[in-house]
């Protein structure tokens, strides 16, 4: 264990304690605080938004007794002054809307059902062309509804009153494009991170392996440490690494969004937040952030065991960039896969992928984020990848032992097989010396 710790601490030294990690982090520390802040800096130079018109027609069905209309109408209008141009106009009807309304042509930009449930305030939105900043209002004014009205029947009485639950009805005719343009951009922007990060573990590994290797540094190391704590060290530095890096760059992420919402709430320019920039996406942005953090370290780990058992099959550095083809090959393939399953949205694809522990990394959040697959989906996936990291740790970890102090040459599936008999040998050997003790 003492070994152990120590090789992980010389690996770690190695990569952290250097000024290229500090000018590197700093770099993208900075770059990220940037984007994190381009809401508020775009909205800082945009023409001020007073002379754009806001026609929406919205029809209010109240039939609570309550005149929430009334309010509702203060907070749209009290909220678009000085902002926008005001034309907006409101009908009050008594017609209770049902799935057929989409069906209609009707000059109705939304409508907004209110109507109550067992004594709770329920509320239904049907939006056929509502301004998005009015949208965004109704999402912020419309979950108070229960608490007026507890205010209203207990006047002076103060109470932990739970939201109303608004049911956001879609237009099941209409092609969600913006949606889907919107999906097909954080599939993107969700799978190259990783594909990055999972890249630079393929990497640091292989060359802090070869390194030793080419310099025959690594007899030197056998001889005082096992093989396998050796192979447990380089994967346990590296993954190390990579969490104090990702943590690194979240910390900055939340130090740009927290300055971002901050000098957003001082401002009267509209879409300075990021609450009116990612919209409907809003409540989706946090559980997606996890399961991609999740997946970018489950994703590295998995690659890092091979790239770790590759390069202790390689002689030098160029014959692991040769070695290391068919692992670049199953990464592109479950990159380029979770792209265009992204973009296509295609539930099938998406499934298998989310599944397949080698691009489950990649595509897992993207499809989470879709709503192809659910917590139980994101946490079976989860699980896979794991036992594949456990089973591989398990099948690499004695061939690692005969691999590491050999110099064959000979071509890659040769390689492995010359390195599994030898393992076999080693092993007898092992077990023919502990019975003779």
């Known amino acids: 264990m003492k070994k152990l710790k120590y090789l992980i601490k010389y690996g770690l030294k190695k990569r952290l304690f250097t000024k290229a990690f ?27 938004p007073g002379g754009e018109i806001i026609d929406n027609r919205i029809t209010i069905v109240d039939t609570t007794g309550y005149n929430f209309d009334d309010a509702l109408q203060t907070v749209i209008n009290f909220s678009l002054f000085n902002l926008f ?53 109704l999402e912020s004014f419309l979950p108070n509804l229960q608490r007026l009205k507890y205010e209203i029947d207990n006047p002076g009485s103060t109470g932990m009153i739970n939201d109303v639950t608004v049911d956001f009805v879609k237009d099941p005719n209409a092609e969600d494009t913006e949606l889907q343009s919107i999906m097909s951009a954080l599939s993107t922007a969700v799978i190259i991170p990783i594909f990055i990060l999972i890249t630079i573990a393929l990497q640091f590994i292989g060359t802090e392996i070869m390194e030793e290797k080419s310099t025959k540094a690594i007899e030197i190391i056998i001889a005082s440490v096992p093989p396998r704590t050796h192979f447990f060290a380089k994967i346990l530095s ?24 901050l000098i957003a709430s001082g401002s009267t320019s509209v879409g300075g937040s990021w609450g009116d920039i ?22 590295a780990l998995i690659y890092a065991i091979i790239g770790g058992f590759f ?63 659910g917590w139980l989906e994101v946490v079976i996936s989860f699980a896979i990848m794991i036992v594949t990291a456990v089973g591989l740790l398990a099948v690499f ?17 040769k390689r492995i097989k010359n390195t599994y008999r030898t393992s076999k040998v080693l092993k007898d050997n092992q077990k023919l010396y502990e019975g003779k003790k």
């Open 311 to 373: 390069a202790s099959l390689s002689v030098n550095q160029e014959d692991y960039q040769a070695i290391q083809t068919p692992v670049m090959m199953i990464l592109m393939i479950s990159y380029m896969g979770g792209i265009f399953a992204g973009a296509s949205q295609l539930s099938g694809l998406l499934l298998f992928f989310g599944y397949f522990p080698f691009s489950a990394p990649l595509v897992l959040p993207v499809a989470f984020a879709a709503g192809q697959l």
């Open 278 to 299: 990612v919209g409907i996406l809003g409540p989706v942005i946090l559980p997606t952030l996890l399961v991609t953090l999740v997946c970018a370290v489950l994703g």
């Open 397 to 413: 970890t004695p061939l690692y032992r005969a691999s590491i102090l050999s110099y064959d040459q000979s071509s890659l599936f």
């Open 85 to 137: 141009d005001n034309q907006i106009e409101y009908l009050l009807s008594n017609d209770i809307p049902d799935a057929t309304y989409y069906d209609d042509a009707l000059p109705n930009s939304g409508l907004i059902y209110i109507y109550l449930e067992g004594g709770l305030v329920q509320v239904q939105v049907y939006n056929s062309g509502l301004h998005g900043y009015v949208a965004s209002i």
């Open 238 to 261: 590296i993954m190390i690494f990579l969490v104090v890096q990702l943590l690194t760059y979240v910390i900055f992420g939340l130090v740009g969004f927290g300055l971002n919402e």
């Open 22 to 48: 500090y000018i590197s982090t700093a770099v993208i520390g900075v770059l990220i605080v940037g984007i994190t802040l381009l809401p508020t800096i775009i909205s800082s130079f945009a023409d001020e």
